[in-house]
Every structure is written in C-alpha cells, then in structure tokens.
C-alpha cells in the first residue's frame, strides 16, 4: 500500500533551499526587471542571472523534470510540481531553474523527435539556458481549432518553402529559433497532413509584423508577436519528427505546458492566498479585524479549499505522469486541471482584491496582474471550453449508454429485480402477518 502524501525529507531540504533563495535572491529580480520579457543574455541581466543559475545546478535542481542524459536531474513531474509551486511566485524564477515556458516543452519535444544534429544545435544550447524559443503555432483566424490552419510548407529540391501567417508566438523576438506548424499535405485530413519545422529566427523572409502586448503593457513592446512567414526558405532536414506528425507532437508539447503552468498557478495562488491572509489579520474596521468578519472568514475559507483542492489534483495528475511515462495517457486529468485552472486563480486573487479595498486594485500590489494571469490560462494553450470537451468525451469512454428504455439506477425497475431475488423470504413474511 503505498498512498502518501508525504515528501522524501531529502527532496523537503532541496525544497526548503528552493523557498528560501527564490524569496532572497530570485523574487527581487521581477521587481528591477519586471514583465515578462526575458532577455538575460544581455550583458547587465547575465552578470545577475548566471551566477543564480550555478548555484541551482550545484543545488541539483536545475532542469529537474528532464533525464541526466538531456542535462537535468531525472526527478520526474511530482518532484516538478512540488518545486513549481514556489517557482510560481515569481516571473524569473523558472528561469533560473531551467524549467520556464515556452523553452521546456519545446525542449521536449525536440528531446522526443529530434534527430542527433537537432538536438546539438537545438536543444544542448536551450538546456544550458544560451537560447531562447518560440513555438508558432496559432494563427490569426484561427486558434482553437488547428484544423482550420493555412499557413503552408511546400517542398521545393531539398528544402521546405514556409508561407503564412501566425499570430500570437510567444517571445519571438528574444528566441533563436522558432518551432513552426503548417500544413504539408492538404490533400490528407489536417491530423495526418501537418507537420513541424525548426526555423532558425534570422532566416530570411520571417517578419515579425508587431509585438502584441497583454492588457497594461506598453504598446508594440509585448512578447506575442504577429508573424509573416512570406518565402521562408528552410533544408530538408528542418524537418521534426516525420512528415505529418504535428498533431502527435503538438500534444506532447501542449501537455507538458499545461500541467507545468497548473504547477506554477498553485504558487501564483497560495501567494494571493498569503497576502489576503496577513491582510485580514492585520486590517480593522468598524471595531474589529477583518479577520473577525464572516464575510471575510467565508473568503479564506473557501480560497483555501479551492486551493488545496487544485494542488491535490495537479499533484495527483504529475504523479499519473511520472507513472504512465506519456502525457497521452493521463489527457484527461491534464485537461481538466487546465480548466479548473484559471478559475483557482481568478477567484483567489479577486478575493485577496477586495481583501485589500482600494489598494487592492491599485498598481502598488500584484493582484491585477494575476487577474490577467487567470484570463491568460483560460486562453494559452487552448481555451477552457475546449479542453472541457476532452474531459467530457474522456470521461464517457469510460461510460455506456443503458440498454433498456428506463435507466439502470431506475428505481421501480431495481426494486422489482430486488422483489424477484428475495420473492421467497418477502412472501414468508406476508404468510406470518
Ligand atoms: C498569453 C498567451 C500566450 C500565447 N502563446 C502562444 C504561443 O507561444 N504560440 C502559439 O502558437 N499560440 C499562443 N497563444 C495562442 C493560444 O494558443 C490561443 O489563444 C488559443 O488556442 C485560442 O485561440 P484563439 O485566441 O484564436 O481563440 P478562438 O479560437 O477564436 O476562440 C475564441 C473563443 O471561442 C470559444 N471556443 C472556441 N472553440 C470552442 C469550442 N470548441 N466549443 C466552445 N467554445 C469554443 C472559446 O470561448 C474561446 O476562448 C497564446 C495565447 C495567450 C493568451
């Protein structure tokens, strides 16, 4: 029997490390480098970063979720998880663990499908934290279903001519190299006739028509960029994996991103959590503390529930990971934490909100940006109606229709079967009255 919902005390000491130096040496990076624009090749930001980055690796903690053989320490996805929640709290500090979005789940799948060659221009540098990348998949009419996907790769001798459009590829401007989808066969249906490229971002013909920034942030100065692929010429061996296999790929790298931002949201959260909490035992009005009001109690109470509630099931879902060894199998446990996601995130922060009155909303606390944070993970990596649809059609496999008129559970029905069993015993009773 083994059902534990404990944490080895060695991986607890790394655990408590991880808190501690993220609070000292990390959170206050997001404070003089704020957003999230991640530039830390730049001379001043590598000076600061790079030594942060050694000290984790002699820690043993960087890149944790990825094999010895692929530079991290093979600790699999609950061991993530656990140090995720931590991470969560601050912007930086995925990146001084090795594990930051978009770069792990790229790193994954090029760990997966790549060949030898890709690997050691790709991802070696990625894994060190040298490059940046961006996965490019979405485009401007159409996000949610890639079926409806245009932009096209054409052979042409030996190379791969990209043309099209895609909106919304997260850090383009700061990656190296960007993973692209397009459609090669149109003649097939889309799940056989995609396929995936690595463009190096320099190559000629790739324009990047505008940076989108999120609600707040300066205009033309975002991270999301609008891309024009217009002739983009790429050698054969560009290629990811076989010709055809996007869809396959696409769902290794988006499960992967899902359930790594779940991890990050439960810290995102508990810090919300935390402030509301100081601040109901620290505020009072009309004669006693904020604490002492039911209205205020009834937040706490419920944040904490939600909270706990989505940590177990992320938990549970990295441990079903680690297990299976493939995030096909545990799809549906992915997809509903993603749903249930945004809204943890939403409902906590807009409590700690209102927790703070005015200053709550104001620039001077974090909370507004979490309130976008949880719009974004309803949105990033599909939004949240269509991953309910997953969850839905996963679940009903594990169900079937009745084959009566009349539900299995009917209860006229079960109570004659249950006359019929005990026939004998109910007419011996009916004989002794
Ligand atoms: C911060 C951020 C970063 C992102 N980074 C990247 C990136 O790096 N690379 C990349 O390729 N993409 C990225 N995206 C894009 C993201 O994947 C898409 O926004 C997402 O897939 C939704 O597509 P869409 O925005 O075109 O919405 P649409 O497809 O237009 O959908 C709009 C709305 O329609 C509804 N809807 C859609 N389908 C259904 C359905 N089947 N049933 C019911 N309702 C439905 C939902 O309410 C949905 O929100 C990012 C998005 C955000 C917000």
Redesign the pocket.
């Known amino acids: 029997m083994s059902w534990d919902f404990e944490t080895d005390p060695e991986f607890q000491e790394k655990l408590d490390w991880a808190d501690e130096f993220v609070r000292e040496e990390v959170e206050p990076l997001d404070l003089v480098w704020p957003g999230l624009e991640f530039t830390p090749l730049d001379e001043a930001r590598r000076a600061v970063v790079e030594p942060l980055k050694a000290e984790v690796r002699r820690q043993k903690l960087w890149a944790t979720h990825l094999g010895p053989d692929l530079g991290g320490e093979g600790y699999g996805q609950l061991k993530l998880s656990l140090l995720n929640e931590i991470l969560g709290r601050s912007s930086w500090a995925p990146i001084v663990f090795g594990c930051q979005a978009?770069d792990t789940g790229n790193a994954e799948i090029i760990a997966h499908y790549g060949t030898p060659e890709q690997k050691e221009r790709y991802l070696r540098p990625l894994l060190e934290g040298e490059i940046f990348s961006?996965?490019?998949?979405?485009e401007p009419h159409?996000?949610?279903?890639p079926t409806m996907f245009t932009t096209r790769a054409v052979r042409d001798g030996d190379e791969w001519v990209i043309q099209g459009w895609?909106?919304?590829?997260?850090?383009a401007k700061t990656s190296t190299f960007l993973i692209v989808m397009a459609v090669t066969n149109p003649d097939v249906s889309p799940y056989k006739g995609m396929s995936m490229f690595l463009v190096p971002s320099d190559t000629p013909g790739i324009e990047i028509v505008r940076n989108v920034g999120?609600a707040g942030e300066p205009e033309d100065e975002g991270s999301?960029a609008l891309i024009h692929y217009d002739d983009v010429r790429v050698p054969a061996d560009a290629l990811l994996g076989g010709e055809g296999q996007a869809f396959a790929i696409a769902q290794t790298r988006l499960g992967g991103g899902r359930i790594h931002h779940a991890m990050r949201t439960i810290g995102l959260a508990r810090s919300a959590f935390d402030q509301m909490c100081e601040r109901a035992l620290s505020r009072e009005t009309q004669g006693s503390l904020l604490a002492d009001k039911q209205f205020v109690q009834g937040y706490i109470a419920d944040s904490y529930a939600q909270l706990t509630q989505f940590r177990l099931f992320v938990l549970y879902t990295a441990w079903s990971i680690d297990r299976h060894n493939d995030y096909r199998k545990v799809r549906k446990d992915i997809a509903a934490v993603k749903v249930l996601m945004p809204g943890v995130l939403h409902d906590i922060a807009w409590r700690a909100i209102q927790v703070h009155g005015a200053l709550g909303v104001s620039n001077e606390m974090p909370f507004h940006r979490m309130l976008l944070g949880a719009s974004?993970m309803?949105?990033?990596?599909?939004?949240?109606?269509?991953h309910k649809?997953t969850v839905a059609r996963q679940v009903l496999r594990d169900h079937s229709a009745s084959d009566d008129l009349w539900p299995t559970r009917h209860l006229p029905k079960l109570r004659e079967a249950a006359r019929a069993k005990y026939a004998e015993r109910l007419e011996h009773e009916v004989g002794n009255l």
């Open positions: 978009p961006c996965y490019s998949m979405t159409a996000g949610s279903d895609k909106f919304f590829s997260s850090n999120l999301h974004v309803g949105l990033a990596d599909g939004p949240t109606e269509v649809v």
